[in-house]
C-alpha cells in the first residue's frame, strides 16, 4: 500500500496535466459564456456591450430553430436505430467461422477511421450523385430515365446514411467483442435443448448484448448530437441543417458572435441534459 507521502507525491505530479485539460475544457467555454451575454456583431464591431438574455430570446425566436431542432432529433435517433439494428446483424454475422474472417472484419471496421468530410465528399460526388454517382448508374442500367437526387429531394435522409455508414463499424466492434465473451455453457446447454436459432437469440444473444448496446447508443448520442462535416461538405444546411449548424451559420452567415455563443451554450445545455438522462439509463442497467 502506498505511503501518504507517496500518495501527496503523485498528486502533485498529476497536478500540471489536470491544470492543462481544465485549461483546455473551461476556458473556451467560459468565452463562450462571456460573449453568449454580449451584444457583439462582426459588421459592427464598436458596436458592443452588455446584451443580457436578448441573444437567447432571438436564438430562440430564429426561424430555422425549431426546424434544425426536429432535425436534430431525427438525425440521432435514425442513426442510433440503424447503427444498433445493423450493429447486432454485421457482429452475429462477423462470429461466425468462414474464410477469410480477419480480412472482412479489418473492412467492416475501416469506414469509422475515414475522416468525415472525406467521406461525405465521397458520398456526395460518388455514390449518391445525380448524374454521376453509383446509384444513378445503377438507377439508369434498370432503365430509369430520370435518377433520383438524393440530397435534393431527401437530404436530411442522406446526411443520416453518411454518418450511418460511418458509425455502423463502431457498433458492430463493440456489439462483436460482447458477443465473443459470451459463456460457452450457455451456447451448449441451448443446444443440448433444442432451441432454435431466434429463441437462442431473444433469450440468451439479445439479453447479453443489452449493456453494450446501452453503451454503443450512450457514446453515438453524444458525438450525433454534434454532426457538421456531413451537413457542410453536402450543402444541405438550408433543409437538413441541425443545432450545430444554426450555430454556425449564425456566425458565419449574419457575423453574430454573441448569438452564436448563445445557440453554442443552448446546444450544451441540451446535449448535456440528454447525456445525463442515458447516463441514468447506463446506470440502471448495468446494476440488473
Not at 438525425?75 to 450493429?87: H, Q, W
Not at 446514411?161 to 467483442?177: D, E, N, S
Not at 451559420?249 to 457575423?255: G, T, V
Given at each position: 500500500m502506498a505511503t501518504g507521502q507517496a500518495q501527496k507525491l503523485a498528486k502533485w505530479a498529476l497536478m500540471p496535466s489536470v491544470a492543462a485539460l481544465s485549461a483546455w475544457?473551461?476556458?473556451?467555454?467560459?468565452?463562450?459564456?462571456?460573449?453568449?451575454?454580449?451584444?457583439?456583431?462582426l459588421q459592427d464591431p464598436d458596436n458592443t456591450g452588455w446584451a443580457g438574455f436578448s441573444n437567447f430570446y432571438y436564438f430562440f425566436k430564429d426561424p430555422f430553430f425549431i426546424k434544425d431542432?426536429?432535425?436534430?432529433?431525427l438525425?440521432?435517433?435514425?442513426?442510433?436505430?440503424?447503427?444498433?439494428?445493423?450493429?447486432v446483424l454485421l457482429a452475429l454475422l462477423l462470429d461466425q467461422r468462414f474464410?477469410?474472417?480477419?480480412?472482412?472484419r479489418l473492412?467492416?471496421?475501416?469506414?469509422?477511421?475515414i475522416m468525415p468530410t472525406v467521406s461525405s465528399l465521397v458520398w456526395k460526388n460518388l455514390i449518391l450523385h445525380p448524374v454521376f454517382g453509383l446509384t444513378a448508374e445503377i438507377q439508369r442500367w434498370f432503365g430509369f430515365a430520370q435518377p433520383f437526387d438524393w440530397f435534393g429531394k431527401l437530404p436530411l435522409f442522406s446526411v443520416g446514411?453518411?454518418?450511418?455508414?460511418?458509425?455502423?463499424?463502431?457498433?458492430?466492434?463493440?456489439?462483436?467483442?460482447a458477443l465473443q465473451s459470451l459463456d460457452e455453457e450457455q451456447k451448449d446447454a441451448a443446444a443440448m435443448d433444442g432451441a432454435n436459432r431466434f429463441n437462442y437469440f431473444r433469450y440468451i444473444v439479445l439479453p447479453h448484448l443489452s449493456r453494450p448496446i446501452t453503451v454503443v447508443i450512450l457514446i453515438e448520442t453524444i458525438f450525433i448530437l454534434n454532426t457538421f462535416a456531413e451537413i457542410k461538405v453536402t450543402s444541405v444546411g438550408g433543409f437538413a441543417g441541425n443545432l450545430t449548424y444554426l450555430?454556425?451559420?449564425?456566425?458565419?452567415?449574419?457575423?453574430?458572435v454573441g448569438m452564436a455563443a448563445?445557440?453554442?451554450?443552448?446546444a450544451v445545455v441540451l446535449a448535456n441534459m440528454v447525456s445525463a438522462l442515458l447516463v441514468r439509463l447506463v446506470g440502471k442497467n448495468l446494476e440488473t
Open positions: 475544457a473551461f476556458i473556451p467555454l467560459a468565452l463562450t459564456f462571456y460573449f453568449a451575454f454580449l451584444r457583439y456583431n431542432l426536429i432535425n436534430t432529433v438525425l440521432v435517433a435514425g442513426v442510433i436505430m440503424a447503427t444498433v439494428v445493423g450493429g474464410w477469410g474472417r480477419g480480412i472482412v473492412l467492416v471496421i475501416s469506414p469509422f477511421f446514411l453518411i454518418v450511418a455508414w460511418q458509425w455502423l463499424p463502431y457498433a458492430a466492434l463493440i456489439l462483436l467483442t450555430v454556425f451559420s449564425q456566425l458565419n452567415d449574419a457575423n453574430d448563445a445557440g453554442g451554450l443552448i
